[in-house]
């Protein structure tokens, strides 16, 4: 059982940056899978980017590709999600979820756990 708690999120103008974490109750967290997923008002959940369990490889959705970074501490049960150059079609709630597996997972149905989610808004 994975409990995940997200945080970060905000306001902010269109070119600016946020960072976005997601801490992870128990002891495993490195052996889970970090996902990171986005739902905008009015459309569905969609792929933002997956993290492996030692964060050697890390996929990304093309939207957001050269400007969000995933990165983990295994250490401190935590990824994160550091968000570059951000656009108004990036005002989502934000999800951060889990999975115990070794392969990196891009669909939302193949995670198990779920954040309850942050807000992201931003503004042109």
């Known amino acids: 059982q994975v409990q995940l708690v997200e945080s970060g999120g905000g306001l902010v103008q269109a070119g600016g940056s946020l960072r976005l974490s997601c801490a992870a109750s128990?002891?495993?967290?490195?052996?889970?899978?970090l996902g990171w997923f986005r739902q905008a008002p009015e459309k569905e959940r969609e792929f933002v980017g997956a993290?492996?369990?030692?964060?050697?490889?890390?996929r990304y959705a093309d939207s957001v590709k050269d400007r969000f970074t995933i990165s983990r501490d295994n250490n401190k049960n935590t990824v994160y999600l550091q968000m570059n150059n951000l656009k108004p079609e990036d005002t989502a709630v934000y999800y951060c979820?889990?999975?115990?597996?070794?392969?990196?997972?891009?669909?939302?149905?193949?995670?198990?756990?779920w954040g309850q989610g942050t807000e992201v808004t931003v503004s042109s």
């Open positions: 979820a889990a999975v115990y597996t070794a392969a990196v997972v891009t669909t939302q149905n193949g995670y198990d756990y």
């Open positions: 128990g002891r495993t967290f490195s052996s889970y899978v």
């Open positions: 993290i492996s369990r030692i964060g050697h490889i890390i």
